[in-house]
C-alpha cells in the first residue's frame, strides 16, 4: 500500500515507511471522521496537483491553498497549513503516478457540489500568482474531466478568472 493510499485512509497500523510528515498529519486528522479525514487529504492534494502543474508552487500558491482548505473543510488554520503541506511533498513525490487515482478518491468521496466547489478552488489556486499558466490550465481541465465535468462546464465555472489565462492574455483585443 503506497503512502498516499494510507494517508487516504488505508490501514493506519501498517504505517512502516511512512514519513513523519505523513505521520503527523494522520494524527492532526484523527479529530475527523475517517471518511472526512480522506476527504481532505485528496481536496488538498488535488489542489497541490495544480500549483505543481508548472514544476513550482509559489508562496502565493501555498496561501491560497491553506485558506481554502481551512474555509472548505472548517479547520484551524494550523491543521490546514500541515494538510497542505504534506498535499505538496506527496504530490512532488508521487504526483504522476497518483494524480488520477486521488482526483477519482475525491470524486468517490463527494457530492456535485463538493466538486463543483474543488474547481473553483483550482482555478483560484492557479490565479493566485496572477496567472493561470497553460500547464496549469491543461491540469484542471484534465481534473474536471475526471471530476465528471464537460469542457463546457469547466469553462463556465473558469470565467471569473479569464483575466489571469496567460494563454487568452496574448490574443489581440477587437475594438
Known amino acids: 500500500m503506497s503512502i498516499l ?7 493506519a497500523r501498517d504505517d512502516a515507511g511512512a514519513t513523519d510528515a505523513v505521520r503527523r498529519i494522520a494524527a492532526r486528522l484523527d479529530a475527523l471522521p475517517p471518511e472526512r479525514a480522506r476527504w481532505l487529504a485528496a481536496f488538498a492534494f488535488v489542489l497541490a496537483r495544480v500549483a505543481n502543474a508548472d514544476l ?5 500558491e501555498t496561501d491560497a491553498m491553506q485558506a481554502l482548505v481551512a474555509e472548505v473543510a472548517g479547520i484551524r488554520s494550523d491543521e490546514a497549513a500541515l494538510a497542505v503541506e504534506i498535499a505538496k511533498s506527496q504530490e512532488r513525490l508521487l504526483g504522476g503516478t497518483e494524480n488520477y487515482v486521488v482526483t477519482r478518491e475525491f470524486r468517490s468521496l463527494s ?11 483550482l482555478f483560484a489556486v492557479a490565479a493566485a500568482d496572477d496567472t493561470i499558466s497553460s500547464e496549469e490550465s491543461t ?28 494563454a487568452l492574455r496574448d490574443l489581440p483585443k477587437n475594438g
Open 139 to 166: 491540469e484542471i481541465a484534465k481534473i474536471a474531466e475526471e471530476l465528471g465535468f464537460t469542457r463546457a462546464e469547466m469553462l463556465a465555472v473558469r470565467t471569473p478568472w479569464l483575466d489571469k489565462v496567460s
Open 111 to 121: 457530492d456535485r457540489a463538493e466538486r463543483t466547489r474543488l474547481l473553483e478552488c
Open 56 to 60: 513550482r508552487i509559489t508562496e502565493s
Open 5 to 11: 493510499r494510507r494517508w487516504l485512509g488505508g490501514d
